[in-house]
């Protein structure tokens, strides 16, 4: 199945194509760029550590981090290491993996048809060994400390820890030095046969690349293949309750400067569609409108002391959880929560400003528009819309549409007491006196 998709407003085209195994095929052409950039997703993460393997009838466990931990493996083949590869056809690849996804990405200026078929093979090409997973047992092992040692990261998931009481969005990427210990040869082979058949992935290219020979290419290549039949991914998701599982978190650290966050547990909406875009760019509004660089709380914090150029707000929206955050680095954890919170309850009972959700409107159209010109962008972010159904070039003409009574309407929905937790990364000394 294939179909061209014109956006007129933003002047881009999608040239889409379904192909006989599955997979997703996506290719928005911009002749006038030097660059291409390629991305390779599968709709898989570290929040899918419960399902029912492929042909099989029963839910397995599987140990946290073994989607971040079969990335860097795919990396690996009789062959040696598949960077070179790519590096010796003019190439800069990587990959990376989120709560819901792992894709693996290469950008180059030249042999791009050549660099194109690398990144297929390999990726349909797993290869594991017990030595070579032991192995990696140990380099994981080191990131993961690193990570132990990093204060953002440990704010971040001390907030998710205090929001979530089962949802595995609260576990590290990564996982644990001692989850990791878990993995075996077999699992890896067992979430590898299920994630990432190519009814489950996504290949989109952007940049300066001819769609008709693109998808050309892509569709040979896969015909050489042999695949399963494309059957549906059964995750296993517990019930989460709505209210946060406690109220504060406060872990010591070697700091210079202590952290505060705040988050909101949000209800996944039962929308789909463009309603589910409206929905998660209304909060975007909101979110930016309250806390976003040149707001009045901004400002007023900034003019305090209270917070600097790190403190920034977040919104994330997935298939199964969903939470807005705020914080970053502060000397008083305690007062900056305090106004955090105050300034949510006040936009509740008394409304957002008109004109700066107006302003807010400007920025985030103009901020899109200038990210058109990136074909990272472009290729990440249709890749993310498209596993829900969405369209990225539909963001324009609905943030145009939204109005203030959506935005206000939403506010106390979203920001309740019961679903509220605070994280702070205080001085060890401090803690200790």
Known sequence: MSETLTFEQVQETVHKEVLPNG?????????DFQKTFAVFTTNYGSIDNRFVPIGKNEPVN??????????????????????QTFGEQG?????????????????STQEVDKNLTTLLDFVQHPYFTDESVEKEKGIIGQEIRMYDDNPDWQLFFHLLSSLYHHHPVKIDIAGTVDSIQQISKEDLYTCYETFYHPGNMILCVAGNADPARTIELVKQNQEQKSFKEPEPVERVVEDEPAEAVQRVSTVPMSVNTPKCMVGYKIPVPDKEGKDLLRYELTIEILLETLFGAGSDVYESLYREGLIDDSFSSEFMLERSFSFAAFGGDTNDPDTLAERIIQAVE????????????????????????????????????????????????????????????????????????????????????????
Do not use: C, W
């Open 62 to 83: 599987v140990p946290d981090g073994i989607a971040h931990f079969l990335e860097h493996k795919m990396f690996e083949d009789e062959e040696g290491d598949v960077f």
């Open 346 to 433: 006040e936009a509740k009972s008394s409304g957002i400003n008109e004109d700066q959700i107006e302003v807010v409107r400007r920025k985030k159209i103009g901020s899109f528009l200038k990210q058109l010109n990136s074909p990272e962008f472009l290729a990440n972010q249709y890749t993310e819309y498209a596993f829900f159904g969405l369209h990225l070039f539909d963001v324009i003409p609905l943030l145009e549409e939204i109005t203030s009574e959506e935005i206000h309407a939403l506010l106390p929905e979203l920001f309740q007491e019961h679903n509220r937790a605070v994280s702070r990364i205080t001085k060890k000394q401090e803690q200790s006196s």
């Open 23 to 31: 997979l997703t095929v996506l290719v928005i052409p911009k002749q």
């Open 91 to 107: 190439a800069s690849a990587n990959a990376f993996t989120s709560f819901t996804k792992t894709a693996y990405l290469f950008s």
